[in-house]
Each structure stands twice: as structure tokens, then as C-alpha cells.
């Protein structure tokens, strides 16, 4: 390998003295370092979008669920007001996963979390309804007067919730 990438034809050419020996070496090694920097910088990138691969497998798999729930950016707004503990549509991890488990996605306990921090792109510990709807749906446009909700209706608007979704339930 190292004579493949070092010289020119079979072979024809060889340094007879110590001096081109020496700097046959150097330049030797000098071509395989000046090799091996394109093919770091290849080898970091496709370990970047191999982690990656993961990620954009359970956002697709979340948006088909969600297309075939018919879920819409105004439902993803209302859940977030329905399901925020501090009243304010912000979600921690216990208000997205309470949610995330009634919306009847199927996934796992380890998505749900990947799931949150994923929307949870500033690291603040808490999803804005504007963080779900931008990446849910990436072409709808976030308004805060989507929906919502009075805060007496959100018990009225959970029961409801419930009992029009007590069907099927999806797998992870």
C-alpha cells in the first residue's frame, strides 16, 4: 500500500544513495500524514450523521404517527396548554411524557425521552409549544393564538380527549 501511494510505475526508480533514501522516507511519511487528514475529516462526518440516523428515524416514525392520529400544529399547541402543570403551555419532562403517552404514539420510555430533548433545543429542561410545532411541522407557522384554552375547559377538554382516543394504541 505504502508503495502503491509513494511511487510512480513498477518500480523503475529506486534511490541508490543514503541521502535519497532518507528523503524518499521523509516524503514517504509526509504523503501518508497529508492522506490521512481528508480522510479524518471524511471519518468524523459520517460518524456525525451516523448519530444523527437515529434521531431522524424517531422524528420521522413521530410524524407518521402523529399524521395518522391527524393530529395538526393547533392539536400540538392545545396539548401543551392541556398538559403544562404550570399553566403557561411549557412542558417538563413529567407534563411531555403524560402527553406524549395519551396522544397514543407507542413509543418507549427511552424515546419519550430522547423525544423531549430533541424539542428541547435550548437545554432548559422544558418544551415550548412553539420548539413542538417547529420541528413537528416544520412548514406551519407558530402563532400564540392558535388555541388557547380557559383553564376551567382543560379538564373538560382532557375527558373528551380520552374518550374520543381509547382505540388502538401503536408500538414502538
Known amino acids: ?12 526508480y529506486s534511490p541508490k544513495s543514503t541521502q535519497g533514501t ?3 522516507a521523509c516524503l514517504i511519511i509526509a504523503s501518508s500524514l497529508f492522506m490521512s487528514i481528508p480522510l479524518g475529516i471524511v471519518g468524523h462526518a459520517f460518524n ?3 448519530e444523527d440516523r437515529d434521531r431522524l428515524l424517531l422524528m420521522q416514525r413521530t410524524k407518521k404517527r402523529l399524521r395518522q392520529w391527524g393530529y395538526t400544529p ?3 399547541v392545545t396539548f401543551c396548554q392541556l398538559y ?7 412542558l417538563d419532562f413529567v407534563d411531555f411524557e403524560m402527553m ?3 396522544m397514543r404514539l407507542g413509543l418507549s420510555s427511552k424515546r ?12 432548559s429542561g422544558r418544551v415550548e409549544p412553539e420548539e413542538c410545532v417547529a420541528i413537528l411541522f416544520p412548514n406551519a407557522v407558530y402563532e400564540e393564538d392558535l388555541v388557547v384554552p380557559q383553564v ?9 380527549y380520552r374518550l374520543s382516543h381509547v382505540g388502538g394504541h401503536l408500538r414502538d
Open 1 to 12: 500500500a505504502i508503495v502503491t501511494m509513494t511511487t510512480v510505475g513498477y518500480g523503475d
Open 22 to 24: 532518507l528523503v524518499t
Open 48 to 50: 456525525r450523521v451516523w
Open 74 to 76: 393547533c392539536d400540538i
Open 84 to 90: 403544562s402543570s404550570s399553566g403557561d403551555g411549557v
Open 100 to 102: 406524549i403517552r395519551e
Open 112 to 123: 419519550v425521552l430522547q423525544l423531549f430533548e430533541l424539542f428541547d433545543d435550548d437545554g
Open 152 to 160: 376551567e375547559d382543560v379538564e373538560r377538554m382532557r375527558a373528551a
